[in-house]
């Protein structure tokens, strides 16, 4: 009998997926900015992506599936495509995993 054959990367909940984060997205660097007219606002906006990574850490794609808006969405990729994270190992091979997450940018 053959061993069963990977089907893409595994797919894991938001909470699995945050929890192999090996950068602060919180940190400058790794957040969305709001424009500065809508930052004084104390707006916040939401857009659900689906993020996926290597099976070295790396991100390989950012899909924005729940628009934020025009200004926050065209930052998104760029940005969290800069989030690295810790390899997802299964069997002693590291795996690529993707995961929806609702990612929230908001104002002062």
Do not use: M
Not at 68 to 97: C, H, M, N, T
């Amino acid at each position: 009998v053959a061993p069963p054959r990977d089907v893409g990367p595994r797919q894991l909940s938001s909470k699995v997926a945050h929890s192999r984060l090996a950068i602060n997205p919180s940190a400058a660097p790794y957040r969305v900015r709001l424009p500065p007219a809508l930052e004084r606002g104390g707006q916040s906006f939401t857009a659900t992506v689906r993020i996926c990574v290597s099976g070295e850490g790396r991100v390989t794609q950012v899909n924005v599936l729940r628009s934020a808006g025009a200004a926050v969405d065209k930052q998104i990729p760029s940005v969290l495509g800069r989030w690295r994270y810790r390899p997802l190992v299964e069997d002693g091979r590291a795996l690529p995993f993707c995961y929806q997450l609702q990612y929230e940018v908001s104002g002062r």
